[in-house]
């Protein structure tokens, strides 16, 4: 029982420290989408401000999704607690497959960016990259609500559980 504790309190902060990048995105997009090409693509592309959410950002993304895909196997036979992580799992899954369907094109086509000439229609490229971290914050949170509801779940199950034992030890005492 402490190991599920502690497995699914590092599934909890893995899926967080992966879902405060993708919050990075989202919180800087009102802001990024009121770039001009010069000022967008120096920071984005040629000074890559986001070099780390390339490296450190997968170890979490991914870590996230394999600790919350084994966290379903160990509570597999828990109740709503095992849907409730279930859900969260696929769902810190699907925005990983929306990253690499949307996003991770985008960042092949920027890194064209660096030796050939920006393309007249640079604001398509920019708008969908931008939109997708956006869609993948969104997901990220729902993901992680699910997770955390399966925690507060099983909290009440095992507190309603306590008290039916604990009723039922007293009514058997009162009948003695």
Known sequence: ????????????????????????????????????????????????IYKLFGTVGAVFEMAAILTAIILVFLI????????????????????????????????????????????SNWMQYRDRWEYAHAANALIKIMGLSFLVISVLVKTTEERDLMRNTLLDRAVLRSQR
């Open 1 to 48: 029982m402490i190991f599920i504790r502690v497995w699914r309190f590092i599934t909890l902060m893995l899926a967080a420290f992966s879902l405060s990048l993708s919050m990075t995105h989202l919180l800087e997009l009102p802001q990024r989408m009121q770039f001009d090409q010069q000022l967008w693509v120096r920071v984005t592309v040629i000074e890559n």
């Open 76 to 119: 597999r036979k828990h109740g709503s607690t095992f849907y409730w992580t279930f859900g969260g799992a696929m769902l810190l899954a699907i925005a990983f497959v929306s990253w690499i369907i949307f996003i991770a094109p985008m960042n092949a086509e920027f890194a064209k960016w660096l030796t050939f000439p920006i393309p």
